[in-house]
């Protein structure tokens, strides 16, 4: 299983997602790859192709909170930049490039403020990353997301 | 502003970052006025005053997610004239240099693989539903080019993971030299896949390169203009994207300035504020504002040299130039090709360097005399990159300025959009194909606009219309 966060820690509540990977890995769960960027990138495809289950973990400046979990598809997008890449996108390029078929699922972590040149987490985004990764590590011990509703919203 | 209609696109889509282009259009339709407004990062300089000068390559590296390894490089080339080194170990500057053609070659593969080829292989009035890097993939015409360029970017990722430590946010370079040489397991790996990514190289330069000769007649015009161009090169005349003196010509292929050393950068250079744009406008001092800007990046760099040090990137150089006869080649769609010329000699420089016993070597740093002033240059992948910083006595930086390559390009991105707009929107009807015409104008220059967060449900592309008194009009959205 493949997981992969993206966000900038300078950017307050942005960098949710390396914050999630920085514990993910401290957890050191068999089987599951952590890989903490900046962004989603094009060879992400070539890392995803290689993976079965791959879980895309980003801070959300919208939806519910702590977080958000549903089902991501290849895709096609048409709004696609690659500061911007989507999951999708991503996953669209491993079935495409190297014929990964597998399942992607994204787990967006609820932000609160994302004011640049801000080093730290927000108190209630500390809240919600800590109720994400026992989400996350649950589900990555058990080997599979299938069968949970999507998406799947904890309060 | 009475009788005007203004037109707007913002974000640009498959543009590094966010921006806004405003076409001004009055009554009749015609285009008044045609501006790209960039939304900037503002306030880094500031947030970098009061840090001890030792953590600032690896804190500018939050500047942006896609250049990270310019900036690094930029601010400790800086930090080594505060340290007071002025030259480097071979291990420390080999390892640099292997750093930063890495950063090339994967930068300028994304921007060539997954923005720009859908725009020549479908072409620009194709459905936006394929007209991007999986509709390439998914063509079985195209799909083999997708998989290489994922590769490449990932070849051009892995080396940077060697020499920084990290694909972003790497400590590689520290002021006075590096922090590692590279491991024997990195060189037999990166040494394996080499030669596969020259040839691959040249293989997408010959189609770039094609495609531009095919449609030569249409791209000669598309947002061109004649320009001077500015970038650093090796003392002799040789493309250098690492180190060198600074050297512009005009559009004939005149010298402007030559041999100007990156310390007195603001003898030549002086940058000018206007009011509708966070963006400055820098210009060459010695010819003011008005005619003084100039382009940098891959266009202006094949412009500027004399000459390239690798065998395959310099037989392209020549034909490159032979396009305008030997002069400085205008055309703003030969950014491409020009870019691509560098991908062959970053991948050639990454044979060569890999094949050096230095960059195994064991003497790493050197110290110097403390200095209070140091300012570093690199030719970033989008352009001439400046860092200088001011540091006090206890060690932390008083004063930073940096100009980067999209701010150096911002009077030529403006130029180029605006001779589009006139083109293909002056008295005709808004429609996907001028809208994309005028982001493939900008898309030539690759700009980074700075990252802003890009959480998710951030990214759209929304187009408005707007009426003299700033009333949406019309509004729509991909």
């Known amino acids: 299983m493949l997981v992969l966060a993206v966000g900038n820690p300078a950017r307050a509540d942005d960098g949710l997602g390396p914050a999630l990977a920085e514990a993910l890995e401290r957890l ?38 702590p977080f958000a979990f549903a089902r991501v598809e290849p895709a096609a997008d048409t709004s696609f930049t690659t500061h911007g890449l989507t999951p999708g996108i991503v996953l669209g390029l491993a079935r495409d490039c190297f014929g990964w078929q597998g399942e992607g699922w994204i787990l967006g972590i609820r932000g609160v403020s994302f004011e640049p040149f801000v080093e730290r987490l927000t108190g209630e985004a500390s809240a919600h990353l800590e109720a994400a990764l026992a989400f996350l590590a649950e589900g990555l011990r058990s080997g599979t997301f299938m069968g949970w509703p999507a998406p799947r919203e904890l309060t | ?18 921006g806004k282009v405003t076409v001004l259009l009055d009554d009749a339709g015609r285009v008044h006025q045609t501006r790209l407004h960039i939304v900037e990062f503002r306030g880094f300089e500031r947030f970098i005053q009061g840090r001890p000068f030792w953590e600032v390559p690896v804190l500018v590296q939050r500047l942006c997610g896609i250049c990270p390894v310019s900036h690094h490089l930029a601010a400790a080339k800086a930090m080594d004239g505060v340290v007071g080194v002025d030259r480097l ?23 060539f693989f997954h923005l720009v080829s859908p725009d020549l292989l479908f072409g620009f009035d194709a459905d936006p539903a394929i007209r991007n890097v999986v509709g390439v993939a998914r063509d079985p015409r195209f799909a083999e080019l997708a998989v290489r360029g994922v590769l490449m970017r990932k070849y051009g990722q892995e080396v940077i993971l060697a020499t920084a430590g ?29 030669d596969a990514m020259i040839q691959w190289s040249v293989e997408t330069l010959a189609l770039c390169k094609r495609y531009t000769l095919d449609h030569l ?23 250098d994207l690492y180190d060198g003196v600074l050297r512009a010509v005009d559009a004939e292929g005149g010298i402007l300035i030559d041999q100007v050393r990156p310390d007195d950068y603001l003898q030549v250079i ?3 504020v206007r009011p509708w744009s966070y963006m400055k406008f820098p210009f060459l001092r010695s010819l003011g504002p008005e005619t003084g800007w100039y382009r940098v990046g891959p266009l202006a760099r094949l412009n500027t040299c004399d000459f390239i040090d690798t065998p395959l990137a310099e037989a392209e150089r020549q034909e490159f130039k032979a396009l305008a006869g030997g002069k400085p080649v205008n055309v703003t769609m030969a950014y491409h090709w020009a870019r691509l010329i560098e991908v062959v000699h970053a991948a050639e420089k990454i044979r060569d360097l890999l094949a050096d016993p230095d960059i195994r070597g064991t003497d790493l740093v050197v110290l110097g005399t403390r200095r209070p002033e140091g300012v570093g240059i690199v030719e970033a992948p989008r352009g001439t990159l400046f860092h200088h910083y001011r540091v006090n006595e206890r060690d932390q930086v008083e004063m930073a300025n940096l100009i980067v390559s999209t701010t150096h390009n911002n009077e030529p991105m403006n130029r180029a959009v605006h001779k589009v707009a006139m083109d293909h929107l002056d008295g005709k009807p808004l429609t996907e194909g001028v809208l994309n015409r005028i982001e493939v104008a900008i898309r030539a220059y690759d700009p980074c606009l700075s990252c802003a967060t890009h959480a998710i449900g951030h990214m759209s592309l929304v187009v408005e219309v707007l009426d003299a008194a700033g009333r949406v009009v019309d509004r729509i959205g991909r």
């Open chain 2, 166 to 194: 990290k694909k972003i946010h790497g400590t590689g370079a520290i002021p006075g030299g590096i922090n590692k040489a590279l491991s024997a397991a990195d060189q037999a790996r990166l040494q394996a896949d080499v």
């Open chain 2, 89 to 111: 170990t071979p291990t420390g500057e080999k390892m640099r240099r292997l750093m930063h053609y890495g950063q090339t070659l994967q930068s300028h593969a994304l921007h």
């Open chain 2, 217 to 239: 007649a249409e791209l000669a015009d598309f947002g061109s203009f004649p320009s001077n161009h500015l970038s650093i090169v090796r003392p002799d005349g040789a493309m």
């Open chain 1, 28 to 65: 050191a769960l068999p089987g599951v790859t952590v890989q903490a960027g900046y962004q989603f990138d094009a060879e992400d495809a070539w890392l995803v192709a290689r993976h079965p289950i791959v879980v895309f973990v980003d801070a959300a400046a919208e939806g519910p909170a």
């Open chain 2, 270 to 272: 002086r940058e000018e």
């Open chain 2, 1 to 18: 502003m009475s009788g005007l209609n203004r037109i707007a696109i913002e974000p640009v889509t498959r543009v590094e970052g966010h």
